[in-house]
């Protein structure tokens, strides 16, 4: 398998109160970027919108500059991916928006935290699960203690099972109509 044809996904995760990316963001990041160099992946993908109005740019941009910055990854190697406002939106819209243009990735890599990696697989599973879908593999960085206790009490999983209940894995298009329905973040 060609690594010219992998990427690397670094799932997003919030900025802290000063709107720095926070530590599980950094710890993403650098391992995104060594899997990206390491495997010569063409393409390093950040995610995230403007989640917050003290913003002036989105989390996919900031992120992208970070990795610009201080992990020599050029621009034109980078895709933000802006319409993600969490986990849903970063396997549904980087399938239908990245890989609607490239086509020929047959490997995916996927950066998140360990707190965050079993409810990053189920939902990447389901919705990256056709035949000519590229290939996943999942990496996870030691995230903030902290937010493995948030995890515990978080039910977003439950909320995702139920929306896609009556959904084909990985139809994209029944996929969205139960997003804009039933998802508080994706609704009309």
Request: some cysteine; glycine content about 2%; hydrophobic content about 35%.
């Amino acid at each position: 398998m060609s690594s010219h044809n992998s990427v690397v996904i670094c799932l997003s995760h919030q900025l802290d109160a000063e709107n720095n990316l926070s530590f599980d963001s950094m710890e993403r990041l650098k391992k995104a970027c060594s899997i990206f160099h390491k495997n010569k992946c063409k393409y390093l993908i950040t995610t995230g919108w403007k989640y917050k109005s003290s913003l002036n740019k989105p989390l996919a941009q900031i992120m992208s500059e970070f990795a610009q910055e201080n992990y020599e990854i050029s621009h034109n190697q980078i895709y933000e991916e802006l319409n993600a406002k969490d986990t849903v939106g970063e396997a549904f819209f980087v399938k239908k928006n990245f890989f609607q243009h490239f086509n020929d990735i047959n490997l995916l890599n996927i950066v998140t935290s360990n707190w965050h990696l079993d409810r990053a697989k189920e939902i990447f599973e389901f919705i990256f699960s056709k035949k000519n879908d590229p290939k996943m593999i999942f990496y996870s960085v030691d995230g903030d203690n902290f937010l493995y206790e948030k995890e515990m009490q978080n039910s977003s999983i439950e909320k995702f099972r139920k929306m896609t209940k009556f959904c084909k894995k990985g139809d994209l298009d029944e996929i969205y109509s139960k997003m804009r329905q039933c998802h508080s973040m994706y609704k009309d």
